[in-house]
């Protein structure tokens, strides 16, 4: 596995990462805990060495997972995980205040068995704390050892400058891929101005990218997508278009959709970083097959020619999550 430097911060990981929240969260009931630490000391094993964990997948459970999977094997691997929500549950708001921030990393560093907090993002930027008191809080923590580097989550440009005037970001995580190029837009043109590395989450559409979702497939209640608008029926059937260009060139290159997906990414920026989940062990390996996928200027330009004549429909998140994003 090919490693990578995050911006300009010195803090290299492998190119590509493993989001770990769909093993405890987000996707319909909790992996079982062997399991889950089964895969991350494959995705390990293969390669990885950067995984993402967040107070708020499961209030810590998936931070104790990721921590007992890499006991071993801590001072080989990054970790990053996050702060922001009140309690650690989303649905509850936004909670970013200075004493909230040190009592996650408190909790963060004990869940994940660890003395140091690799990567430390807020989670959504909170309008209710100035973002240089967000910025400060973990620059002092980062001066008591307890946190190494500064990361934001889904935060727009303004909000980026505040922080980083006051502690540099090391990374910017917001979702990023084939169907969601909004970043391009602010988001990546100050990453590079400012040095800073950029983590796509979602790097396969939440699974639609892969090819294996269409309009007969059907959402449990406890997958949050079954409450996203562009996983509605309509908006599925509308999207496809884009499914069927992937999957094309896909088939010429003899490579799956997701690796298309995840190489494309990949071949945007150097300093891009993409966190692929999964809960099965065979589509690890596929995912981290894109790594070694290769794609040329031509097919390049092709998707962006087939990308161009693809209207995307449906927002990414309900209304109040989506009120969240980019501030």
Known sequence: MQTRELGRSGLHVSALGLGCMGLSYGYGPATDKAQGIALIRAAFERGVTFFDTAEA????????????????????????????????????????????IRQVAEASLKNLRTDRIDLFYQHRVDPNVPMEEVAGTVRDLIAEGKVKHFGMSEAGAQSIRRAHAVQPVTALQSEYSLW??????????????????????????????????????????????????????????????????????????????????????LAQKPWIVPIPGTTKLHRLEENLGAAATELTSEDLREIEQELAQVQIQGDRYPADRQALIGR
């Open 180 to 265: 969601w190029r909004e970043p391009e837009k602010e988001v990546l043109p100050i990453c590079a101005e400012l040095g800073i590395g950029f983590v796509p989450f979602s790097p396969l559409g939440k699974g639609f990218l892969t090819g294996k979702i269409d309009a007969s497939t059907t959402f449990g209640a406890s997958d949050f997508r079954s409450v996203v608008p562009r996983f509605k029926l309509e908006a599925i059937r509308a999207n496809m278009a884009l499914v069927e260009h992937v999957k094309a060139l896909a088939e010429r290159k003899k490579v799956t959709p997701a690796q298309i997906a995840l190489a494309w990414l």
């Open 57 to 100: 997948y499961a209030q810590g459970a998936n931070e104790q997972l990721v921590g007992e999977a890499v006991a071993s094997f801590r001072d080989q691997v990054v970790l990053a995980t996050k702060f922001g929500f009140k309690d650690g549950k989303p649905e509850v708001g936004l909670d970013s205040r200075p004493e909230r």
